[in-house]
């Protein structure tokens, strides 16, 4: 019996069939791929480039989107330091639910404060989080804002985004780093996806064994 935050007297309930079961079923192992970086810097593109790459290659894949989980799980929730907080934490526990189902699950958000991503790493076992930043710079997000959020912020229409008055903090110690400095000199999407999936190959995640 133990007491989790609010939840007191609970129990964990082990099943017969577990994680490594699930494994052998799926022939991959689960995993957490979390890509971060600024608004428009390629992230969710880059996740649905990734689980087509993956799915093309048998292995089961889950997109969690920053803006699709708003629509559902995190609907309650809005944009302040707080809200941000929580909004990673529950995207974090849900994809170590997937990833203990054997998925490798691919988060792709701004999770823009570095102890946020750091308490999700926290959360996996054996390695099992790999932390993608998408290193674009200010610039070329600003001129890509293909959801024109840029422009209202710099014009004072939505206060604390993140790259113009909220602070975003790059990772110290990332799996993957993806540079985009420049618009001229941008990898395609499939390039930036197939650069991930070498390295999920590369450290075994790609098979059971």
Partial sequence: MSTVGNSTN???HECGVGKIDRQKLLNQKG???WITGLS??????V???????LHNRGKLTYVLDGDNVRHGLNKDLGFKAEDRAENIRRVGEVAKLFADAGLICIASLISPYRRDRDACRALMQDNNFIEVFMNTSLEVCEERDAKG???LARAGKI??????????EPPLNCEIEIQQQNTENCPSPSAMAGQIASYLEE????QEN
């Fill in 47 to 53: 996740a649905c480039s990734l689980g087509r790459e």
């Fill in 149 to 151: 959020l840029y422009k």
């Fill in 31 to 33: 995993c957490v791929v």
């Fill in 159 to 168: 206060k604390g985004f993140t790259g113009i008055d909220d602070p975003y």
């Fill in 40 to 45: 428009g810097a390629g992230k969710s593109t």
């Fill in 203 to 206: 450290k075994g995640f790609l």
């Fill in 10 to 12: 609970i129990f964990w």
